[in-house]
């Protein structure tokens, strides 16, 4: 492949992710004789490109309003994703999240904790981020003095779920581990139960100070 080839279609990979696309490059090999033994270079080596597919996974039409709510309420939500920074900041807007950097799981890397506390409050999406990384994402912001809430499904999620001030698990995709460390599951796994569970908590709050100023 030419390298005017290649770079056409990294544009094309961009242009799509800029759409909030999850791409996958799709390539065959054509074997006329069958090996005797498989290795990594028969399925790496000689391939032939075929194209690129988009996927789409939009956001829940009620996680926007949950996300004004939240704004609206003082809290700042932070989108964390596995997904590449076009996609992820494409989301992010989708979103209407605040205005924000995006840094990436290997930027974050370099990054020392000193580092990431300094720069935590300005940033509103991490991409491409590893399970690790987001132990060191919930420390940085506890640093500040934030309460901070984590929802997560998976085990990998656990440590940081752990870590929050308030671990919030996915009832129906979570997994075991990840409930037994959480604090708050979320029975329909919908971020906008999270606001609701605030909302019903300040109530509570302010009627138990009321009761307690009244005494």
């Given at each position: 492949?030419?390298?005017?080839?290649?770079?056409?279609?990294?544009?094309?990979?961009?242009?799509?992710?800029?759409?909030?696309?999850?791409?996958?490059?799709?390539?065959?090999?054509?074997?006329?004789?069958?090996?005797?033994?498989?290795?990594?270079?028969?399925?790496?080596?000689?391939?032939?490109?075929?194209?690129?597919?988009?996927?789409?996974?939009?956001?829940?039409?009620?996680?926007?309003?949950?996300?004004?709510?939240?704004?609206?309420?003082?809290?700042?939500?932070?989108?964390?994703?596995?997904?590449?920074?076009?996609?992820?900041?494409?989301?992010?807007?989708?979103?209407?999240?605040?205005?924000?950097?995006?840094?990436?799981?290997?930027?974050?890397?370099?990054?020392?904790?000193?580092?990431?506390?300094?720069?935590?409050?300005?940033?509103?999406?991490?991409?491409?981020?590893?399970?690790?990384?987001?132990?060191?994402?919930?420390?940085?912001?506890?640093?500040?003095?934030?309460i901070v809430a984590m929802t997560g499904d998976g085990v990998n999620d656990a440590p940081a779920i752990k870590a929050a001030n308030i671990g919030i698990s996915m009832g129906i995709t979570g997994t075991d581990v990840a409930k037994e460390a959480s604090d708050m599951v979320l029975a329909d796994d919908n971020f906008a139960?999270?606001?609701?569970?605030?909302?019903?908590?300040?109530?509570?709050?302010?009627?138990?100070?009321?009761?307690?100023?009244?005494?």
């Open positions: 492949m030419q390298p005017a080839e290649k770079q056409q279609i990294v544009e094309a990979a961009t242009a799509m992710a800029k759409e909030a696309l999850r791409v996958i490059a799709i390539a065959y090999r054509d074997l006329s004789v069958r090996p005797t033994k498989l290795d990594d270079k028969i399925v790496t080596d000689d391939l032939i490109f075929v194209g690129l597919s988009g996927m789409a996974d939009p956001p829940r039409e009620e996680a926007k309003g949950a996300i004004k709510l939240c704004q609206d309420a003082g809290i700042k939500v932070i989108m964390i994703t596995g997904d590449n920074r076009i996609t992820a900041e494409s989301i992010a807007r989708q979103l209407d999240l605040p205005e924000g950097k995006a840094i990436t799981g290997p930027e974050l890397q370099k990054m020392s904790d000193i580092d990431l506390a300094n720069e935590i409050e300005n940033v509103s999406v991490f991409a491409r981020i590893e399970p690790l990384h987001k132990l060191r994402i919930v420390n940085a912001l506890k640093s500040h003095g934030h139960s999270v606001v609701s569970a605030i909302e019903e908590g300040r109530a509570i709050f302010t009627r138990l100070r009321n009761v307690l100023f009244i005494l």
